[in-house]
């Protein structure tokens, strides 16, 4: 199973970005998908998650009515839309896929979830 995330860059404060993941190794389609990000010195947390059908979301209240988790099951691949970005954004952005349906009360931890992609970077200038 491969993760391979992309998308990340330098942006200004208020532009947005689209991050990538693309799945391969697997049925994609069976899975939920999560993303995640890591600032220098801080914990992995938790952004969004998406159902392996896409029909049900959920987010971090520090990115709800920014950012949006979607995905296209044709093309293995899950996306995170991230709009009015801000400097505390500034991150390595994770995407994560997990074999099994998780609670709301489990989707939030890193550990829950099977495979991870390498990640890529966003910074969001000031």
């Known amino acids: 199973v491969q993760l391979q995330a992309s998308g990340g860059g330098l942006v200004q404060a208020g532009g947005s970005l689209r991050l990538s993941c693309v799945a391969s190794?697997?049925?994609?389609?069976?899975?939920?998908m999560g993303w995640f990000r890591q600032a220098p010195g801080q914990e992995r947390e938790f952004l969004a998650y998406?159902?392996?059908?896409?029909?049900?979301?959920d987010y971090a209240d520090s990115v709800k009515g920014r950012f949006t988790i979607s995905r296209d099951n044709a093309k293995n691949t899950v996306y995170l839309q991230m709009n009015r970005l801000k400097p505390e954004d500034t991150a390595v952005y994770y995407c994560?896929?997990?074999?099994?349906?998780?609670?709301?009360?489990?989707?939030?931890?890193?550990?829950?979830?099977?495979?991870w992609g390498q990640g890529t970077q966003v910074t969001v200038s000031s």
């Open positions: 998406i159902t392996y059908r896409g029909r049900g979301t």
């Open positions: 994560a896929l997990v074999q099994r349906g998780l609670s709301a009360g489990e989707r939030w931890a890193p550990t829950e979830y099977d495979y």
């Open positions: 190794g697997l049925t994609f389609s069976t899975y939920g």
